[in-house]
């Protein structure tokens, strides 16, 4: 299993920007897929942006042209770069891993876009 930790949370007026973290407890080329998810409130996890080995990409249409998922191997981080941000992008937001057939789950960090 991966271990997984988030990190940029915070409070943020609307038309801001944040750079969440998630530091991995191993080399992320070596883990199939890194993801982050988000959770609003009283709703569903939803994908927000998936990165793969290669470094393919890929986004949820709500987040398209304003957020960037981006990798580190010297430092074995993921990011996510938040621009533009929206009070509906307020949520819990998890750093994800798929290691073969095993799906690991960051402890999540809170996002809130409001003025």
């Known amino acids: 299993q991966v271990q997984l930790v988030e990190s940029g949370g915070g409070l943020v007026q609307p038309g801001g920007s944040l750079r969440l973290s998630c530091l991995t407890s191993?080399?992320?080329?070596?883990?199939?897929?890194m993801g982050w998810y988000r959770q609003p409130p009283e709703k569903q996890r939803e994908l927000v942006a998936t990165?793969?080995?290669?470094?393919?990409?890929n986004y949820a249409s709500s987040v398209k042209g304003r957020f960037t998922i981006s990798r580190d191997g010297a430092k074995n981080t993921v990011y996510l770069q938040m621009n533009n941000l929206r009070p509906e992008d307020t949520a819990v937001y998890y750093c994800?891993?798929?290691?073969?057939?095993?799906?690991?789950w960051g402890q999540g960090t809170q996002v809130t876009v409001s003025s």
């Open positions: 994800n891993s798929i290691l073969g057939v095993t799906r690991s």
């Open positions: 191993r080399s992320i080329f070596s883990i199939n897929t």
């Open positions: 990165i793969t080995t290669g470094g393919s990409t």
